[in-house]
Structure formats: C-alpha cells, structure tokens
C-alpha cells in the first residue's frame, strides 16, 4: 500500500463541498472517493488511489471549492495503519505511554497521524474524526515513552504551518483504568451508558 496515495479536502460549505466532490470524481480514475457532512456544519471529501491521480482530482476540488476551503491534506504515500484508522479500526494499547494530539481539523489530525507512525515506532491506538467532536479530530499514539515523544514531535511539527493543533500531550504511565476506558470506547456517552459500577 506505500503507492497508494490518500487526499481529502474540508469545506465550509455542504453546497460547495458536493460540487467539488463531483468534480473530483469527474477528473480522474481515483478508486475510491467517501464525502459527506460533519459538525459543525463541513463537507469532507475522502479520496484514495494512484498519486497521480489523487493529485488530479485534488487540484479538480481546489479550483471548484477555492472559496469554501477550510483545510486540505495530500499524502502520496499513506501509511497502511492510517488508512485502517481512518476506516475505524482501534488498537489496544502498547507500551505504557500514551501521546495525544488534537486538532482543529479532520486533514490536520490525519496528517498528524501519518507523520508520528512514520516517524517513530509507535502503534496508532485511534483515530477519531469530526463527528461527535464539533469537528475536530484527535490521535492516540501507545508505545514506549521516548518513542510516543518522538511520535508527537514529529506530528506537531507536520502541522505547525497548518496552524489547527489545539493540544498536545505525553502521558508516561498512562493509569490502567484510563487504558480500560480507552480501549472500550473514547466517547463518553457509550462509557457512562455502560455498567452502572458506580
């Protein structure tokens, strides 16, 4: 999967955001394009395929939605557990630390993954994105403390310039209770719905 490349464009605007889609769509054989609305009220367009074509159809969706473009990622050479978290997939945890980042975007919090696991040896525990977050996305990173370091730095740094990190942390030994409520679920609703233990 290193060929595969992973685009997505954020719009402010549904209307805008849908016209841009299909243009995208309309410009070139991606093989796979997943758009749809998030709070607080954006359009995400998701694409992946060939690089060439993925920067094709990115450049397609730019023109159209230039006035409504919020954020944007490109990366000719996803890494696999990346696309998986997008897709939904979780991973327990793995060493004793945890290293969060979160961001003001969807495109900032995918880049922000991608660029910790590439640059340091570290599991990507979660990737969550937009909904249930007023748009926002966060990444877990597990590991060994100086790697889930290296992992944040790394991923801070391939955002700076995007200037949508909200926060970001290392927690050496992570408490076992909160390594439960993580693996479990990260949203509250589904925690507190649970067993009434308390």
Same mark, same amino acid.
């Given at each position: 999967?290193?060929?595969?490349?992973?685009?997505?464009?954020?719009?402010?605007?549904?209307?805008?955001?849908i016209?841009?889609?299909?243009?995208? #769509?309309?410009?070139? =054989?991606?093989?796979?394009?997943?758009? $749809?609305? %998030?709070q607080?009220?954006?359009?995400?367009?998701?694409i992946s395929?060939?690089? #060439?074509?993925v *920067?094709?159809?990115?450049?397609? +969706?730019?023109?159209?939605?230039?006035?409504?473009?919020?954020?944007?990622?490109?990366? =000719? @050479?996803?890494d696999?557990?990346?696309?998986?978290a997008v897709?939904?997939?979780? *991973?327990?945890?793995?060493?004793?630390?945890?290293?969060?980042?979160?961001?003001?975007?969807?495109?900032?919090?995918?880049?922000?993954?991608?660029?910790? %696991?590439?640059?340091?040896?570290?599991?990507?525990?979660?990737l969550?994105l937009?909904? +249930?977050? /007023? $748009?926002?996305a966060?990444?877990?990173? /597990?590991?060994?403390?100086?790697?889930? /370091?290296? #992992? &944040?730095?790394?991923?801070?740094?391939?955002?700076?310039?995007?200037? @949508?990190l909200? *926060?970001?942390? &290392?927690?050496? @030994?992570?408490?076992?209770?909160?390594? *439960?409520?993580?693996?479990?679920?990260?949203?509250?609703?589904?925690?507190?719905?649970?067993?009434?233990?308390?």
């Amino acid at each position: 999967m290193s060929d595969v490349a992973l685009g997505l464009l954020e719009f402010d605007s549904i209307a805008v955001g849908i016209a841009a889609g299909d243009a995208m #769509a309309k410009r070139a =054989p991606i093989e796979s394009i997943k758009a $749809g609305t %998030v709070q607080p009220g954006k359009y995400l367009v998701l694409i992946s395929g060939e690089v #060439a074509d993925v *920067q094709e159809s990115l450049d397609a +969706g730019r023109r159209t939605g230039q006035s409504a473009l919020r954020d944007e990622i490109f990366l =000719p @050479q996803v890494d696999r557990s990346v696309v998986s978290a997008v897709a939904g997939a979780r *991973q327990a945890g793995r060493g004793d630390a945890l290293g969060i980042i979160e961001t003001r975007s969807v495109a900032a919090g995918i880049h922000a993954a991608d660029a910790g %696991v590439k640059g340091a040896n570290v599991m990507l525990r979660e990737l969550r994105l937009a909904d +249930g977050l /007023g $748009g926002k996305a966060f990444v877990l990173f /597990g590991g060994e403390v100086s790697d889930v /370091g290296a #992992a &944040v730095e790394c991923a801070v740094e391939a955002i700076a310039r995007s200037q @949508q990190l909200v *926060q970001h942390t &290392v927690i050496a @030994q992570l408490h076992e209770e909160m390594n *439960q409520n993580l693996v479990a679920d990260t949203r509250f609703g589904v925690r507190a719905r649970g067993e009434a233990s308390w």
